[in-house]
């Protein structure tokens, strides 16, 4: 058994397994997209969103390491697996998920998924979170990434941020525009997103979103690598390029590191092809900046968050 788990005392334990879900020496693959990932000495998924604030006063008072992870969707755990704690925000069965809405105000918790808040939200007469169809994983997450497309991103419909700051206090915090950038949503003082509400627009016509909502995930289905686990985008687009692009014209297309590679669909897409590690793809992630760097003097910087240890 972990280090973790032989000094989590009983009382410690019991009190945690009242709050959610948890677990020891458990493998990260089955909560990353990637499906790779040690073990996390502790695993534990609050049940519902007030009780996140609990697990993390409770595992702070023990002064055990704390990881706080999403859906995993844009995620690479180190093979070797993580240290401490790892807090999930994310659904499975037994959690409560809470949305509320007011007027075109609309509170989400964090660990809904990103579908089920388009659907609830499109069945509830709004728009302006079509954005989001296709793009996999959590609205905690979503947030941490500032998530989008060409057609928006979170930080134009997110006005408040529920959180806990990493004084274990519960705080909401008012979105403006410098808190938000290309793919990255500023939390440096936030250990946990436990929700946000999202201002959206009255809709007039329902059968017209669900047709835009259609289209979006027709056309990832067209040119995304679904077939194959992966963390969707792994390089932001360099100021005036692409990155899949870039990429492709390094001759990277269908590369191979062990069982990770270059997708042949998206190249801007490093998949899971053939049982992979975690080490693995940051092999193939090194040599995709190394190879395009050395050709184009442009540096690649990565969507994907790396953790744990490798």
């Given at each position: 058994?972990?280090k973790t788990a032989?000094y989590?005392?009983?009382d410690?334990?019991?009190y945690l397994?009242?709050?959610g879900?948890i677990?020891?020496d458990?493998?990260?693959?089955?909560?990353t997209?990637?499906?790779?990932?040690?073990?996390?000495?502790?695993?534990?998924?609050?049940?519902?969103?007030?009780?996140?604030?609990?697990?993390?006063?409770?595992?702070?008072s023990?002064s055990?390491?704390?990881?706080?992870?999403g859906?995993?969707?844009n995620?690479?755990?180190?093979?070797?697996g993580i240290r401490?704690a790892?807090?999930?925000i994310?659904?499975?069965d037994?959690?409560e998920l809470?949305i509320?809405?007011?007027?075109m105000?609309?509170?989400?918790d964090?660990s809904?998924p990103?579908?089920?808040?388009?659907?609830?939200a499109?069945e509830?007469?709004m728009?302006?979170?079509?954005?989001?169809a296709?793009i996999?994983?959590m609205?905690?997450g979503g947030i941490?990434?500032?998530a989008?497309?060409?057609?928006?991103s979170?930080a134009?419909?997110?006005?408040k941020?529920h959180?806990i700051n990493?004084?274990?206090?519960?705080?909401i915090?008012?979105?403006?525009?410098?808190?938000?950038?290309?793919?990255?949503?500023?939390v440096s003082?936030?250990?946990?997103i436990?929700?946000?509400?999202?201002e959206?627009?009255?809709?007039n016509n329902?059968?017209?979103?669900?047709?835009?909502i259609?289209?979006?995930l027709?056309?990832?289905?067209l040119?995304?690598p679904?077939?194959?686990?992966?963390a969707g985008s792994?390089f932001?687009?360099?100021?005036?390029?692409s990155?899949?692009?870039?990429i492709d014209?390094a001759?990277?297309k269908?590369?191979?590191?062990?069982?990770?590679a270059?997708s042949?669909?998206?190249?801007?897409?490093?998949i899971n092809?053939?049982?992979a590690?975690s080490?693995?793809?940051?092999?193939?992630?090194?040599?995709?900046?190394?190879e395009?760097f050395?050709k184009?003097?442009?540096?690649?910087?990565t969507?994907v968050k790396?953790?744990?240890?490798?």
């Amino acid at each position: 058994m972990s280090k973790t788990a032989n000094y989590l005392d009983k009382d410690l334990s019991n009190y945690l397994s009242q709050l959610g879900h948890i677990e020891f020496d458990v493998g990260m693959a089955d909560y990353t997209t990637f499906k790779t990932g040690g073990p996390a000495d502790v695993l534990i998924i609050p049940s519902k969103s007030e009780n996140i604030e609990l697990a993390v006063k409770a595992l702070k008072s023990a002064s055990i390491p704390l990881t706080v992870i999403g859906g995993g969707s844009n995620l690479l755990v180190g093979d070797k697996g993580i240290r401490g704690a790892v807090i999930a925000i994310t659904e499975r069965d037994f959690c409560e998920l809470k949305i509320v809405f007011d007027d075109m105000f609309v509170y989400v918790d964090a660990s809904v998924p990103k579908e089920k808040f388009i659907n609830i939200a499109i069945e509830n007469g709004m728009t302006g979170m079509e954005f989001m169809a296709g793009i996999p994983g959590m609205i905690g997450g979503g947030i941490v990434m500032n998530a989008g497309t060409f057609m928006g991103s979170f930080a134009d419909i997110l006005r408040k941020v529920h959180c806990i700051n990493n004084a274990g206090e519960t705080c909401i915090l008012n979105v403006d525009s410098s808190m938000a950038s290309y793919r990255n949503f500023e939390v440096s003082d936030i250990c946990v997103i436990k929700g946000a509400e999202f201002e959206l627009k009255p809709s007039n016509n329902i059968d017209e979103c669900y047709k835009t909502i259609k289209e979006i995930l027709d056309d990832r289905a067209l040119k995304h690598p679904l077939e194959y686990p992966s963390a969707g985008s792994v390089f932001k687009n360099p100021e005036g390029h692409s990155s899949w692009q870039l990429i492709d014209n390094a001759g990277l297309k269908g590369a191979e590191c062990g069982g990770a590679a270059v997708s042949t669909k998206h190249t801007n897409f490093i998949i899971n092809k053939n049982n992979a590690t975690s080490s693995d793809i940051l092999s193939m992630i090194r040599r995709v900046q190394d190879e395009v760097f050395n050709k184009f003097k442009i540096s690649l910087e990565t969507e994907v968050k790396m953790i744990g240890e490798f």
